[in-house]
Structures are given as C-alpha cells and as structure tokens.
C-alpha cells in the first residue's frame, strides 16, 4: 500500500532564516504531487504541483520554491522566510492518469518569529 | 475555473442525530467531487468521490454523499453522528479534463455533542 510522508512535523523558525520541508512517497512510481499551504483561517491554497521529475508548477507567485529530485520525493524551500509563511503545510500524491484522488500526508506546522 | 461553496462555518448536531454537510459546486463539464475529514493537527483524510454512475456514493466511516446535477450539491451525510466525528470537512472538485487541480471548499467545523 502507499505512504506518504512528511517531515519535520513542527517547525520554529526566524525570519530571514531558509527553509527546506521534505515530503516523500512509498509504494507507487510516477506520482502527481502536490505543496499546499493551510493558514489559520482553514481554507487550503495549492502552492505547487509536479507530475514529474523536474517538472514544477507554481500557482501562486511568493517567497516560496518546490524541487522533485526524484520520482518520488518533493520538498519546499525558502532561501529567506517571512512572518506570512507561517503555517500548515501538506504534501499530497495522486495516481498518473488516475482520476486525482489525492491522498495527503500529515503535515508540517511552521511558525515564523 | 471550478470552485466550490461550503455555506456553513460550523454545523453543529447532537450525538445520534443524522449530520449533513453542504457542498455545491461550480465547474465546467462533468464534475469530479471529494469529500475529506482533518481532524486537529493532522493532514486530510478521504472520505469519498464521486465520478460517474450512481448519485449516491457510500464512503468510510459511514458517511454517505449524494450527487445532485440539477442543484450543483454534493451533501456529506451520516445517519447518526457520533461523538468522534467532530473535525473539519472539506469539499473539492475538479473538471473532467485531466486538470491537476483541486479546487477545495473553505472547510466546515462540525460539532458532535454528546
């Protein structure tokens, strides 16, 4: 069966300080995989998407970058963070060419100070 | 674009009472619909979907969905909640051609009290 995982799972850090969230998936090949941030106010917004080895997509414009340097791992970096990056961060996967359920791992909690 | 709408900030019901949560959705073509459950702390966990063929749709946990073309809806529903089924409920969807993107409603918080 598959796993997905993610770590750290809390995080403190200062501003200005870089980021690295590692996020890595087990039992399947060729995953569609996915950064989502969740603030405080709950909703979800999808940062980035990958359907492949050093294929990324940005949806919104930010402080943030994504890497896939392997089939199936996906990390999110920062080179300098700010206070709005706080918050929960979740890695997803979905089957290629399946109908995209995704499947989430358990997040990682990132305060800015 | 596809979006979703989740009417109610917080639904709450007291234990042994159906529950059901709202979702309608906004999409081009035929729709694909998700439901997930998060409890504190934790990521997302699928409950359901909906692809074709029948309009009701049975999940975990219990939980049931019925899909309504006419109305745009997508209703979660237990027939008798539970004290444990207290957590956040998130609706997505996305359109039927191969769009990589979810669009997630904004989340409700249900309430089961005992």
């Known amino acids: 069966s598959q796993t997905i995982h993610q770590w750290p799972a809390t995080l403190v850090q200062p501003v200005g300080s870089p980021l690295s969230l590692e996020c890595t998936v087990e039992?399947?090949?060729?995953?569609?995989l996915y950064w989502y941030r969740q603030a405080a106010g709950r909703g979800l917004q999808l940062l980035f998407y990958?359907?492949?080895?050093?294929?990324i997509s940005s949806e919104v414009p930010q402080n943030l970058s994504a890497s896939r340097p392997q089939d199936r791992q996906f990390i999110l970096s920062s080179k300098k963070l700010l206070l709005s990056d706080s918050g929960f961060y979740l890695c997803?996967?979905?089957?290629?060419?399946?109908?995209?359920?995704?499947?989430f791992g358990p997040g990682t909690r990132l305060t800015v100070l | 674009a596809q979006s979703v709408a989740q009417p109610e900030d917080q639904v709450n019901v007291a234990e042994g009472n159906p529950l059901t949560v709202k979702c309608t959705y906004s999409?081009?073509?035929?729709?694909?619909l998700f439901w997930y459950v998060q409890y504190p702390n934790r990521g997302l966990q699928f409950l359901l979907k909906?692809?074709?063929?029948?309009?009701l749709v049975k999940g975990s946990y219990g939980f049931e969905a019925e899909f309504n073309k006419s109305q745009t809806s997508f209703h979660l529903k237990k027939p008798s909640a539970l004290v444990s089924d207290s957590a956040l409920y998130f609706c997505?969807?996305?359109?039927?051609?191969?769009?990589?993107?979810?669009?997630f409603g904004k989340g409700n918080q249900v309430v089961v009290i005992p």
């Open positions: 997803a996967w979905s089957e290629d060419g399946g109908t995209d359920t995704q499947y």
């Open positions: 997505a969807v996305r359109d039927m051609w191969g769009n990589n993107r979810l669009a």
């Open positions: 909906y692809i074709t063929g029948d309009n």
């Open positions: 990958s359907v492949g080895i050093g294929q």
């Open positions: 999409v081009s073509g035929n729709p694909y």
């Open positions: 039992g399947t090949s060729n995953p569609n």
